[in-house]
C-alpha cells in the first residue's frame, strides 16, 4: 500500500541580540564562556526578580514575521509554561501561546529543481534554557549546569505539516535558516546550537484526508541528522502500519550515533504544561508605524537574490539557488564579480576548485585563504593568457594552503606561461628533430601521432608554454 509523509518542523532560532530576553546580561559564546559567567538574579530565577522585555528582540522577531509574510498580532501575550528541569532554574519558561507574535505566513523553497511553497503556521518569542553537561566516570556520575544561556532571546517558527519527504523537510529547513541569515537576526551556525529543529513526522495512506498519527523528534541538531531521523522514523511507521499495528503519539529522540530515534516520554498535552499569563509582563503592543519602520527596513531576501542572480548574471537556476541559500557564498560570488570576474567563470571556479577545496579541508567559505578578490585576479590572469589553466589550478592550491597574492606566486615561481613565438618554435622544431619516426608516420597518414608530438613539446617546455600556440605551431612544422 503506499503511503504519504506528512512532516512539519518547529525551528528554534536564537535571535543575535546583545544582551538576553528579560534582563540585561549579555548574551555569549556558549562554546567559548566561562560557564555561569554571564547570569542575573533575573536569568537565575532569583524570587523577586522581575523580567524587562528586550525591544531589539522583538525588532528581530518582527523581521522574521515580516519576510515570511506573516501576520503580526497588534497584541500578544507572553505567558508561562511550567515545568521543572535543572536546567530551568525558574521552573517555568516565558513564552507565548494562545496570542502568538504572528502567525499565517509561507516561504518558497527549491528542491531538485522544482519550487515548492510551505504554510507557516506561527511564530513567537520566547526564552532559551540553561545548558546540561552529564559526566560520566568510573567513580560517578553528576551533571553541570551552566545557565549562561538561560534567558537568551529565542523565536520559534512552526510550519504546517506540508512537507512529504525528508529532502523537502531539509529543503525548507536550509530555506529558513538562509532567511534568518541574510535578515541578519541568527548566524545560522548549527554546531552552536543557534538553530536548532524538531519534526514531527506521520503518515497515512495515499488519497485519505487527515492525518496520521505523528510522532515529534526532538533535538536535530544538523541537517543530516534530521534527514536521518525524518527516513528512519517514516521506515519505522511504514513497518508498522503495513502489519497492522497503530503509531503511537509520542516525543522521541535522536541517537545520532547509533542512527536510531528513542522514546523520551509518551503523549504530551498543552495542558500539561499550565499555561497562563505571565502576570510580570503586559501585552506586547506593535503599533504600524513600527511595523512598517521595519518593512521598509528589510534587506534583500535569498530568493529575491536568486532571481537578481538569474536576471542580472543570467545564471542558471540551479547555480544561482545553491548560491543564494548561503549568504557568505552569496556574497563571496558578488565579490568575484564586483573584482572583475565574468559571472559564469566565478560560478566555475567556486563550485569546481572552490568546493572541492572546501570538502577536503571541511572549511566554510569564510575560512578558506583565498579573498574573492584573489581569486578574480587569478581567473584575470589566465584570461590575459599569461598562465594556461593547468598552471592556474595549482598556484590556486598553493594560494588555498598557503595564502597569497596569484600575481606574485606567478612571477616568483617563474610561472608566466610561454608565448614567445620563438622560444615555442624552437621547442617544436627540438621535438621533431628529436622524433624522425613520429614525423614520418604523422606524414604517411597517422594523424594521432599529433597529440603524441604535442605532449612531448608542451613537456619540453615545462608544462607553460600557450597550448594553443604550441598546437598551431607544430601543425604548421609537420605541414611543411
Ligand atoms: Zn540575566
Given at each position: 500500500m503506499p503511503f504519504t509523509a506528512d512532516i512539519g518542523l518547529e525551528v528554534h532560532a536564537e535571535l543575535a541580540?546583545?544582551?538576553k530576553m528579560f534582563c540585561s546580561c549579555a548574551v555569549v559564546d556558549s562554546v567559548s564562556a566561562t560557564p555561569?559567567?554571564?547570569?542575573c538574579p533575573v536569568c537565575e530565577g532569583l524570587p523577586g526578580a522581575l523580567p524587562v522585555l528586550n525591544e531589539k528582540a522583538v525588532e528581530y522577531a518582527l523581521r522574521v514575521a515580516l519576510a515570511l509574510g506573516c501576520k503580526v498580532a497588534h497584541q500578544s501575550i507572553f505567558v508561562r509554561k511550567n515545568y521543572f528541569y535543572p536546567d530551568l532554574p525558574k521552573g517555568y519558561q516565558i513564552s507565548q501561546f494562545e496570542s502568538p507574535l504572528a502567525e499565517n505566513g509561507t516561504i518558497t523553497y527549491s528542491v531538485t529543481g522544482s519550487e515548492k511553497i510551505a504554510r507557516i503556521r506561527r511564530v513567537h518569542l520566547e526564552e532559551d534554557t540553561g545548558k546540561l553537561t552529564h559526566i560520566h566516570t568510573d567513580k560517578e556520575d553528576f551533571s553541570l549546569v551552566d545557565l549562561?544561556?538561560?534567558?537568551v532571546p529565542l523565536l520559534e517558527i512552526v510550519s504546517e505539516?506540508?512537507?512529504?519527504s525528508a529532502e523537502e523537510a531539509i529543503a525548507y529547513a536550509r530555506a529558513l535558516r538562509s532567511v534568518l541569515q541574510a535578515l541578519g537576526v541568527?548566524?545560522?551556525d548549527m554546531e552552536k546550537g543557534v538553530i536548532r529543529f524538531e519534526a514531527n513526522v506521520s503518515l497515512r495512506?495515499?488519497?485519505?484526508?487527515g492525518l496520521g498519527t505523528r510522532v515529534e523528534i526532538k533535538n536535530l541538531n544538523s541537517f543530516r541528522a534530521m534527514e536521518r531521523a525524518i527516513r528512519y522514523q517514516l521506515g519505522i511507521q511504514q513497518t508498522t502500519l503495513e502489519s497492522g499495528g497503530e503509531v503511537e503519539q509520542e516525543t522521541l529522540g535522536w541517537d545520532d550515533l547509533a542512527g536510531v530515534t528513542y522514546s523520551q516520554r509518551s503523549k504530551e498535552d498543552s495542558?500539561?504544561?499550565?499555561?497562563?499569563?505571565?502576570?510580570d509582563l503586559p501585552p506586547l503592543v506593535v503599533d504600524t508605524e513600527w511595523l512598517d519602520r521595519i518593512r521598509s527596513g528589510l534587506p534583500e531576501l535569498p530568493r529575491e537574490r536568486q532571481y537578481r542572480f538569474i536576471r542580472?548574471?543570467?545564471?542558471a537556476k540551479a547555480e544561482s539557488s545553491l548560491l543564494a541559500e548561503e549568504l557568505s557564498l552569496a556574497d563571496y560570488f558578488e565579490e568575484m564579480v564586483r573584482s572583475g570576474a565574468e559571472p559564469h567563470t566565478a560560478v566555475k571556479w567556486i563550485t569546481g576548485e572552490i568546493f572541492a577545496w572546501m570538502k577536503e579541508s571541511g572549511q566554510e567559505i569564510g575560512q578558506i585563504k583565498v579573498p574573492p578578490g584573489s581569486l578574480a585576479s587569478l581567473i584575470g590572469i589566465v584570461e590575459r593568457g599569461e598562465i594556461n589553466l593547468a598552471t592556474a589550478k595549482r598556484v590556486l592550491s598553493r594560494m588555498l594552503a598557503e595564502g597569497g597574492d596569484p600575481a606574485q606566486i606567478v612571477s616568483t615561481e617563474g610561472l608566466?606561461?610561454?608565448?614567445?613565438m620563438v622560444a615555442i618554435r624552437k621547442v617544436v622544431t627540438s621535438v621533431l628533430d628529436a622524433n624522425p619516426g613520429a614525423v614520418e608516420k604523422y606524414r604517411s597518414?597517422?594523424?594521432?601521432?599529433e597529440q603524441w608530438l604535442f605532449g612531448q613539446a608542451m613537456r619540453e617546455a615545462g608544462?607553460?608554454?600557450?597550448p594553443q600556440l604550441v598546437r598551431e605551431e607544430l601543425q604548421r612544422q609537420l605541414n611543411i
Open positions: 541580540t546583545r544582551s555561569n559567567s554571564a547570569v549562561n544561556r538561560a534567558g505539516p506540508d512537507m512529504h541568527n548566524s545560522g495512506p495515499t488519497g485519505r484526508d495542558h500539561d504544561y499550565r499555561y497562563f499569563p505571565e502576570p542580472d548574471y543570467g545564471l608566466q606561461q610561454v608565448s614567445d597518414g597517422k594523424p594521432t601521432v608544462g607553460k608554454a600557450n
